[in-house]
């Protein structure tokens, strides 16, 4: 099997905090991969270290079969990297930035694929303008175009939509399709789990900075074993108070939320229902999301 | 959003990666960033020289006699077109290595190609370029005030050289060094500043009462000025050739500190 990622016995630790545990994991080539986990899993840490910018404790990564420590120069031209924070070089327009950032990576400028970036991610008309008068979505945005320019193997992007607004998202994650649709292989971390479930064939989820599991994006949906059932436009007087100390049930939004599991079943919602008058518009189920996988696999 | 085929046609890398050309993007990047900003890196302190030149030259430089056969004027001259050059070969790296550390764009770097020392000798040239930039405009003027007739032209070039990587090299450690702007004004206040005057730029050591000539053999500025001013006006009061080997050392020293600091956890890589 042809690997982009192979990480191996990963271990971060700064002083006496551990950010990475003993990390194995890998990433197929030509694969969209999401890495989740709550804040403070070792997410962004994993992905620098990959990347270059921090230094494993121990442990070994390989990027495309090369070691990312003894053949770097290999490894770092193969991979683009969109880091999570936005600390921009303010020095230069995002035009001439771009320019310069292809020849970091080793590659003549391309003004054909850097003026296509510009137009995709919808900043061609902000060429000549700095960062800092660039809004939090532009921004990110531009540190995408800077992660694709040297049209990199390897893609991570770290928070690529986070602040960027509903519209752009989309338009951005169907350019990410786009691009692996030809091979290139993507692992990207995000809060949005809705948008890792439409988008990764496998995901990994970390939580303190161990793997808790690692599988197709499918099998994690199957292994959870709760779904909803929704009542829209509920009306009862008490509902709050007839709630408050269930565990099952939910009051949100004019809409009482039923979590179904082998506790607590469809029979026993709509008796729930019944019971208290209360009547609804509207009744659907609605099936695991990744959200509940990640819930149940981090809550500890 | 855009045509799949167009894309994969873009997305084929036309050229081969070139190992040399992450450091040339740097240098050049660096080289944009002092020219555009001319006015704080080549104007300001040319202005300075200039009221050295001015103040301590022909002002008070009038009723001063150091050496019989030249003016105070002419005496100053080669160690004020020195503390330009190192001045600003200085403030050029530990500023904009410093920034991009502080700032947090130094990831741009780290994940890239880029070698330590790639980023190093980067740093040095434009560092070299910027510093050369002003010792000669710096030396224009004074041309103004008492043109020199270089003794030995050469050698002075090649001290100025030495000075100019010297104190790139320590602009970098600074830089590496420092964890705010407080610190990095340590360096530029406490360390850079009374080497230059201590160094017997505005007269010279052996004017000095005992002790003190002895402790100005420690300043390598003094080497560097000493060296400096034996190419513009052949007068020494160190021999050429030890002060050649001394400065050299020491850039030696500092250019390996640089490396080593650049390498070592905690400074660009956590």
Redesign the interface.
């Known amino acids: 099997m042809d690997l982009a990622l192979e990480i191996t016995n990963l271990n971060k630790s700064?002083s006496t905090f551990k950010a990475v545990k003993n990390l194995n994991l890998s990433v197929r080539k030509g694969e969209i991969f999401a890495l989740l986990g709550p804040n403070g899993a070792g997410k962004s840490t994993t992905i620098?270290m990959i990347?270059?910018?921090?230094?494993p404790t121990s442990g070994s990564i390989k990027i495309m079969g090369h070691d990312n420590q003894t053949h770097?120069?290999?490894t770092?031209?193969l991979?683009g990297?969109m880091?999570q924070?936005l600390?921009?070089?303010?020095?230069?327009p995002i035009g001439r930035a771009l320019k310069?950032?292809s020849?970091?990576?080793?590659?003549?400028d391309?003004p054909?694929?850097r003026n296509?970036l510009l137009e995709?991610l919808q900043l061609k008309e902000h060429e000549n303008k700095k960062p800092v008068k660039l809004s939090g979505g532009m921004k990110r945005r531009f540190m995408v175009a800077?992660a694709l320019i040297h049209?990199p193997e390897l893609v991570i992007l770290d928070e690529p939509t986070a602040g960027v607004d509903v519209e752009l998202r989309k338009?951005m994650w169907?350019?990410v399709r786009?691009?692996n649709?030809?091979g290139?292989t993507i692992l990207l971390t995000t809060h949005y789990l809705e948008e890792a479930q439409a988008m990764c064939q496998r995901v990994a989820i970390l939580n303190k900075g161990e793997l808790v599991t690692v599988d197709k994006t499918e099998n994690l949906l199957s292994k959870v074993k709760t779904s909803k059932l929704i009542a829209r436009n509920v009306s009862q007087n008490n509902l709050d108070t007839l709630v408050k100390d269930s565990v099952h049930i939910q009051h949100k939004d004019n809409a009482l939320v039923f979590t179904l599991n082998e506790q607590f079943n469809s029979q026993q919602a709509l008796s729930f229902l019944n019971n208290n008058n209360i009547s609804f518009s509207e009744l659907h189920t609605q099936k695991a999301q990744l959200e509940d996988v990640f819930l149940e696999l981090t809550k500890a | 959003?855009?045509n799949?085929s167009?894309?994969?046609k873009?997305?084929?890398?036309?050229?081969k990666?070139?190992?040399n050309?992450?450091f040339?993007?740097?240098l050049?990047?660096e080289i944009?960033?002092f020219s555009s900003l001319f006015s704080q890196t080549i104007i300001a302190p040319l202005v300075t020289a200039s009221l050295y030149l001015l103040i301590f030259g022909v002002g008070l430089g009038k009723n001063l006699s150091i050496l019989k056969e030249f003016s105070y004027l002419e005496f100053i001259i080669p160690g004020l077109i020195l503390m330009g050059l190192i001045r600003n070969s200085f403030a050029n790296s530990a500023s904009s290595l410093f920034m991009?550390r502080y700032?947090?764009?130094i990831?741009?770097?780290?994940?890239?190609?880029?070698?330590s020392y790639q980023m190093i000798l980067a740093y040095t040239i434009a560092s070299l370029c910027r510093g050369f930039v002003v010792g000669i405009c710096v030396l224009v003027v004074s041309l103004f005030f008492s043109p020199i007739s270089w003794q030995h032209p050469f050698y002075a070039l090649s001290i100025a050289f030495i000075a100019g990587f010297l104190f790139s090299q320590f602009g970098i450690i600074a830089a590496l060094m420092s964890e705010s702007f407080d610190h990095l004004n340590v360096f530029t206040n406490f360390i850079i500043t009374p080497l230059i005057y201590l160094g017997g730029l505005f007269y010279p050591v052996s004017s000095l009462p005992g002790i003190w000539e002895r402790i100005s053999y420690a300043n390598p500025l003094f080497y560097l000025i000493d060296a400096f001013r034996y190419g513009a006006l052949g007068v020494y009061h160190v021999n050429p050739s030890l002060s050649l080997i001394v400065c050299l050392l020491v850039a030696l020293i500092l250019f390996f500190t640089s490396i080593k600091l650049m390498n070592s956890?905690g400074r660009l890589?956590?």
């Open positions: 700064y620098n990347g270059g910018s921090v230094l770097f120069v290999k770092r031209s991979t990297i880091p924070e600390q921009l070089d303010n020095f230069f310069l950032h020849g970091y990576y080793g590659y003549d391309d054909k694929w296509f995709t800077k049209k338009q169907d350019f786009e691009i649709s030809f290139v | 959003m855009s799949n167009t894309t994969q873009l997305y084929v890398r036309a050229q990666f070139s190992a050309k992450p040339q993007t740097l050049k990047r944009l960033r991009a700032l947090g764009y990831s741009d770097f780290l994940t890239t190609p880029l070698k956890p890589r956590q």
